[in-house]
């Protein structure tokens, strides 16, 4: 098929149970599909789990991957987000003789900060949207990096 | 009630009404056979393999309409039931499976026998469990059995640790199931189904395309009076072959990738495709951009994740077909039936063009000839499996067929070796009626070790072993696509099948003219024992017409006309 293939993120609720995360992973590999990423956390004081998953596709193969989720039977719902928020968090190491002020600005900037210093490394956090944290991470390459970690996009329906 | 956990397999069977259950033991699963071994609930048909234990279950839910049961031990029991549990998918059959495991605590130790059978059998089960806890096996076979059943059925797996079919607890089997994350959407939207009626009046060549979800949803007979009150002509998938009956005036053949001309003509002109229960197999559309061009699709089905897969519906229905059929037709006299007279004149000018027939041979038998043979002498009395290969197509092409149920094949996975044990299930559901299984000099070695449990089981199960010397349908293709390069395809090295069946307890019978293949078929049907029947047939003889694989349905390679 050669549709437009554009970035969705699908959140996911289900039942909090064995093997429930390989159901759905599964189920992309197996069909496939792409995940771009993928975050995974219990919904407080319920037996249910939230997934957030990155993908992307054509209107058609979102269509399939929605009904496809839906099927599996620990699946409880499914939304294919139109109008959301999203958020995703980076986590950088940078070594301690780098310049400390600039790079504090710079994560401010990025709703995040220098959140530990060690005797070599320094430790720095954004929160932001995904595309913003992407930029974050290009801008921030001067100051080398060692490690980089992101989490994953998580969102919600305004 | 505080029992074992192999006691309660036991107990829940008998409460889910289950009468048959096909099987093979071993380590695993051990304490559940002990306790079979002990009951008189059900009967235990013990198959020699695996494979065929779940095949023989696919075939008795066919025939019945229950859900089927297979049990089985872990590691290469589990392993072998594989290609039943995936072939049992495709086709949306409900089975339970229940295999045996190593132990709770050498799960992940590479245990003897251990396999990670959820793992494996996750995308070619609708569902599966690892019972972890006896307290939570009649909850999990109840849920198990609902499931297969319900909704778009399909098979289930479950996998019991050979400690937990030992560990005693609570048995209720009272509760009812409680899944709110799987509520199968049954009942078709009303507004829609209105629209779909009001396309249908409105349309000049409609069509229906029915598929094995009416099979499945036990719907044939109302779809049989949808169609009649509607004068609309139909065209049935290979999995729906005996909804309409062979004779039935409004049906005009299967269609497909050797569908008749007719029916694939019929599709390309069609305005308006009404699909029921129907998923828009590749075997079926040919290439998608030219399938019912010039069409809109009104598509009923259970599965909403079948609708508009593949072929975008103008008039998606999602419910139960046979709950939509019935509303349809309380709101179907808006349809004009006449309208579509000369629509059906034109599909009968199709049939007069190029029917669907074969050229008969002085020489060799033509296996065309066998299939409609036994339609002639057997008919309506007979249930009829295939394998998979040219001698399926035939049957699906040329067996007369006249209800629902009658024909079992294995379609979306297409499984040499299938047929012979799932004619033994067949026979085990219906066992008043002759259980034939046309197969092929391929196929029929995938699985004749099943020639031992129809012996021991007295499962009557006919044979009909179409013999070309040849894997004729990939030889089919390597005469047409590949020059006539026939690549590991020439079976001419065979085992005499008269004696392999006879060294079974079997009887066997090798025919090579119309009057031996008579005298075979009545004296198998009399003698009342499992039979091979080798029919010697032309050896070159191709399944046509043909839509070449990623051909449109009106290009079809045709019979060549005789000269006359």
């Not at chain 1, 969705?8 to 590999?29: G, H, M």
């Not at chain 1, 407080?44 to 991957?65: C, M």
């Not at chain 2, 196929?443 to 044979?463: D, F, G, R, Y």
Request: proline residues 4%.
């Amino acid at each position: 098929m050669t549709e437009n293939s554009e970035r969705r993120v699908i959140s996911v609720i289900v039942v909090n149970e064995a093997s429930v995360l390989s159901r759905i992973t599964d189920l992309f590999s197996g069909r496939g599909y792409n995940i771009t990423s993928l975050t995974v956390a219990p919904i407080p004081d319920s037996k249910y789990s939230r997934l957030t998953i990155a993908t992307s596709g054509s209107v058609r193969v979102i269509e399939q991957i929605t009904k496809q989720l839906h099927k599996l039977i620990p699946v409880l719902r499914v939304y294919e987000h139109a109008d959301l928020v999203e958020k995703e968090m980076a986590m950088v190491k940078f070594p301690i003789t780098e310049n400390l002020s600039d790079i504090n600005t710079l994560c401010e900037a990025y709703n995040g900060k220098i959140v530990n210093v060690g005797e070599n490394v320094i430790i720095a956090m954004v929160a932001d949207e995904p595309k913003r944290v992407e930029n974050f991470l290009k801008v921030i390459k001067r100051y080398n990096p060692k490690e980089i970690v992101r989490s994953g996009a998580v969102a919600l329906e305004r | 009630m505080q029992i074992s956990g192999a006691q309660m397999v036991i107990e829940a069977l008998t409460l889910e009404g289950v009468d048959t259950v096909f099987g093979y033991p071993g380590g695993a699963i051990m304490n559940v056979y002990d306790e079979i071994y002990k009951q008189d609930k059900f009967q235990h048909i013990l198959n020699r393999h695996e494979q065929a234990a779940v095949h023989a279950a696919e075939g008795y839910a066919k025939a019945s309409g229950k859900v089927g049961v297979a049990m089985i031990t872990s590691g290469p029991g589990f392993t072998n039931a594989v290609t039943g549990l995936a072939d049992a998918y495709m086709d949306s059959i409900p089975l339970v499976v229940i295999s045996g495991q190593v132990p709770m605590s050498l799960i992940g130790t590479d245990a003897f026998q251990e396999i990670d059978a959820v793992g494996i059998s996750r995308s070619c089960t609708k569902h599966n469990y690892l019972v972890t806890d006896a307290k939570d096996l009649p909850r999990i076979l109840k849920e198990a059995f609902y499931i297969a059943a319900s909704g778009r059925p399909g098979p289930v797996h479950v996998d019991i640790p050979k400690d937990v079919t030992a560990q005693i607890a609570e048995f209720d089997y009272s509760q009812p199931v409680k899944l709110e994350t799987y509520k199968p959407h049954t009942k078709g939207n009303p507004r829609q189904i209105k629209k779909a009626i009001e396309a249908m009046a409105d349309s000049k060549r409609p069509l229906f395309y029915l598929g094995g979800g009416i099979i499945n949803a036990n719907a044939a007979y109302e779809v049989r009076e949808l169609v009649h009150k509607t004068g609309i002509p139909a065209v049935e998938t290979f999995m729906a072959r005996g909804v309409l009956a062979h004779d039935d005036e409004h049906l005009i053949g299967m269609l497909g990738m050797h569908g008749s001309y007719a029916a694939n003509m019929a599709m390309s002109e069609t305005d308006l495709v009404i699909a029921l229960g129907a998923r828009f197999d590749d075997r079926v559309t040919g290439k998608l951009s030219e399938f019912a061009k010039n069409a809109a699709v009104i598509h009923v089905d259970i599965d909403p994740a079948s609708i508009s897969k593949l072929v975008n519906a103008d008039f998606p229905i999602v419910g139960d077909v046979k709950n939509v059929v019935n509303e349809m037709l309380e709101i179907s006299s808006k349809i004009d039936a006449s309208k579509f007279e000369s629509w059906r004149e034109t599909i009968n000018n199709f049939d007069d063009l190029h029917p669907l027939t074969y050229h008969e041979d002085s020489e060799k038998l033509k296996p065309q000839w066998v299939i409609e043979r036994v339609g002639e002498l057997l008919g309506d009395d007979a249930n009829i499996s295939t394998d998979v290969g040219q001698h399926q197509m035939w049957t699906a092409q040329f067996y007369p067929f006249s209800r629902p149920r009658q024909f079992i094949s294995s379609g979306g996975l297409g499984t040499m070796g299938f047929g012979f044990p799932a004619a033994l299930g067949v026979k085990a559901a219906a066992p008043q009626q002759t259980s034939v299984n046309f197969t092929g000099d391929g196929s029929i070695l995938m699985n004749c070790q099943e020639l031992m449990t129809a012996v021991e089981k007295k499962l009557p199960v006919i044979n009909i072993i179409l013999n070309n010397n040849y894997l004729g349908m990939v030889r089919q293709w390597q005469t047409l696509f590949y020059d006539k390069r026939h690549s590991e395809t020439d079976l001419s090295v065979q085992p005499d099948f008269v004696k392999l069946s006879e060294a079974f307890g079997g009887i066997g019978y090798r025919v090579s003219t119309k009057e031996e293949f008579d005298a075979a078929l009545k004296d198998a049907v009399e003698k009342n024992v499992v039979a091979f029947i080798e029919v010697i047939v032309h050896r070159l003889e191709n399944v046509m017409p043909m839509v070449p694989s990623g051909g449109s349905l009106f290009n079809m390679m045709l019979l060549e006309k005789k000269e006359k």
